[in-house]
């Protein structure tokens, strides 16, 4: 069956380092792939979305990358800031839906 | 509006009542989703709209799950004879695209609580 795996441990980084956090998928061959930010009582909120046909997608201080042949996709935030302490959901394209994975939550301490 | 909005927030239901979630999604989106959210876990898919159609409903978990988006804007999410097992979170979104190939926009959730 179609499987997605985040990070389930929270990642702790501090302030100003790169943080990089992982899905891995098997049984896909998605279309595409999304990265969204949940923060406790709110909705998702897009961020990227990268294709198959892409390597490496960038927007300011995030990087997203797909390899296609590992069936993983890497989620970069450079130069964190406490702000951007959340959860990152990845989601892929399925038969025209999206296939969430279970989140990582990001803490970055100043 | 702004974006997408849901009301409840929330609601609390004792085991075996309706309940009835609504959504209004962005002016003019044709799509529309609907996932349950458990805690500490990523949305799962229950249904997806284009416009009025119900073109996919192969997440609803069972038979007392039933969605319908009448006019192809505002959408409810019916849940008859309560578990406590439907607890969880239920999400909107909404996107301007056919297919869910697009960015898609959701709403702050309604926290369904079943006693």
């Known amino acids: 069956s179609q499987k997605i795996e985040q990070n389930s441990e929270a990642l702790n980084i501090q302030e100003g380092k790169t943080a990089t956090l992982t899905c891995n998928y098997t049984?896909?061959?998605?279309?595409?792939l999304q990265w969204y930010r949940q923060d406790p009582g709110r909705g998702p909120v897009f961020l990227l979305l990268?294709?198959?046909?892409?390597k490496e997608k960038r927007k300011e201080r995030l990087k997203v990358t797909f390899d296609t042949t590992l069936k993983q996709s890497l989620f970069h935030i450079t130069a964190s800031q406490p702000a951007d302490s959340a959860t990152y959901l990845c989601?892929?394209?399925?038969?025209?839906?999206?296939?969430f994975g279970q989140g990582t939550t990001l803490q970055v301490k100043p | 509006g702004a974006g997408v909005s849901q009301s409840p927030r929330y609601k609390v239901a004792k085991r075996g009542q309706d309940v009835a979630l609504r959504c209004d999604p962005i002016?003019?989106?044709?799509?529309l989703f609907w996932y349950q959210q458990a805690l500490g876990q990523g949305p799962e898919f229950l249904t997806y709209?284009?416009?009025?159609?119900?073109?996919?409903k192969s997440g609803l978990p069972s038979d007392r799950f039933f969605a319908e988006r009448p006019e192809g804007s505002v959408s409810t999410l019916k849940i008859q004879r309560t578990q406590q097992e439907d607890s969880a979170v239920y999400l909107c979104?909404?996107?301007?695209?056919?297919?869910?190939?697009?960015?898609?926009?959701f709403g702050p959730g309604t926290r369904l609580t079943v006693t």
């Open positions: 979104a909404s996107s301007a695209l056919a297919g869910g190939s697009d960015e898609q926009y």
């Open positions: 049984n896909y061959s998605p279309a595409y």
């Open positions: 990268i294709r198959e046909n892409e």
């Open positions: 989601a892929l394209e399925g038969t025209g839906k999206l296939i």
């Open positions: 002016s003019g989106h044709v799509s």
């Open positions: 709209f284009q416009n009025e159609a119900q073109l996919d």
